[in-house]
């Protein structure tokens, strides 16, 4: 892929780049793309860097990104950022400057050191994943994950992304009382993915002990994000 010159797409509020082969890496910024409000990337491959500094974009999706290793971006108008199934063959670093942030969807493997966001005071939506087979060290992708929702206390919606090779337990209405929960099931090669989405008004940044008791009740067995 190889983008023209400054100016061109002067007017341009959104970018879809799916299906594209990259050469190594991407840069965009505001003299490229002075408007672009809303950026896609995904089902691509060779993208292995990847640079932002787009002042204007308030929405951004990253997936399927797999040979992703590295990504610098600074949005200062960011409201929404989702990032999924990047980053799975090696990660370099990664450093996201966005005051802005609203929602956070970030399933993947989060490390301090390696994978760096700003304050966000104003981030209320957090995604993050708990695994039973992940990629390297379960006890250090899980670990990570809790650290990145300990980062951020002021939240008020938490979506819990567990994923796990058998479930002994049929779904079933579980009541907790201090919290909202809603879940959703999905398969794919042979693995149960649950989506929770969990309400933490009253929580702060960790869940409740009812929360995790009702995780490891539906799993059957002990599970917990830390």
Same mark, same amino acid.
């Given at each position: 892929?190889?983008?023209?010159?400054?100016?061109?797409?002067?007017?341009?509020?959104?970018?879809?780049?799916?299906?594209?082969? =990259?050469?190594?890496?991407?840069?965009?910024?505001?003299?490229?793309?002075?408007?672009?409000?809303?950026?896609?990337?995904?089902?691509?491959?060779?993208?292995?860097?990847?640079?932002?500094?787009?002042?204007?974009?308030?929405? @951004?999706?990253?997936?399927?990104?797999?040979?992703?290793?590295?990504?610098?971006?600074?949005?200062?108008?960011? !409201? *929404?950022?989702?990032?999924?199934?990047?980053?799975?063959?090696?990660?370099?670093?990664?450093?996201?400057?966005?005051? *802005? @942030?609203? +929602?956070?969807?970030?399933?993947? =493997?989060?490390?301090?050191? &390696?994978?760096?966001?700003?304050?966000?005071?104003? &981030?209320?939506?957090?995604?993050?994943?708990?695994?039973?087979?992940?990629?390297?060290?379960?006890?250090?992708?899980? +670990?990570?994950?809790?650290?990145?929702?300990?980062?951020?206390?002021? #939240?008020?919606?938490?979506?819990?992304?567990?994923?796990? !090779?058998?479930?002994?337990?049929?779904?079933?209405?579980?009541?907790?009382?201090?919290? !909202?929960?809603?879940?959703?099931?999905?398969?794919?090669?042979?693995?149960?993915?649950?989506?929770?989405?969990?309400?933490?008004?009253?929580?702060?940044? !960790?869940?409740?002990?009812?929360?995790?008791?009702?995780? +490891? =009740?539906?799993?059957?067995?002990?599970?917990? #994000?830390?």
């Amino acid at each position: 892929l190889s983008l023209p010159p400054s100016g061109v797409f002067a007017k341009l509020r959104e970018l879809h780049l799916v299906y594209v082969r =990259f050469n190594g890496e991407l840069t965009l910024d505001d003299a490229m793309l002075p408007s672009l409000e809303w950026l896609d990337i995904g089902k691509s491959r060779g993208l292995a860097s990847l640079t932002l500094r787009l002042a204007p974009l308030t929405l @951004m999706a990253l997936h399927d990104l797999r040979w992703l290793r590295r990504l610098n971006a600074v949005l200062p108008g960011l !409201k *929404e950022l989702s990032v999924s199934e990047c980053f799975l063959e090696h990660l370099d670093g990664v450093s996201i400057v966005a005051d *802005e @942030m609203e +929602q956070l969807r970030w399933p993947g =493997f989060y490390w301090p050191g &390696l994978v760096y966001f700003s304050r966000m005071p104003r &981030l209320r939506t957090l995604c993050v994943s708990v695994s039973d087979f992940a990629h390297g060290s379960r006890e250090a992708f899980n +670990q990570g994950s809790q650290m990145l929702l300990n980062r951020y206390p002021s #939240i008020h919606h938490l979506e819990l992304r567990v994923v796990i !090779k058998t479930v002994s337990a049929s779904p079933s209405s579980v009541y907790c009382s201090n919290c !909202k929960m809603g879940y959703q099931f999905s398969c794919c090669h042979g693995y149960v993915q649950i989506v929770f989405n969990i309400c933490t008004c009253h929580l702060g940044c !960790k869940l409740s002990t009812e929360c995790v008791i009702w995780l +490891q =009740f539906f799993i059957g067995k002990s599970f917990s #994000i830390a």
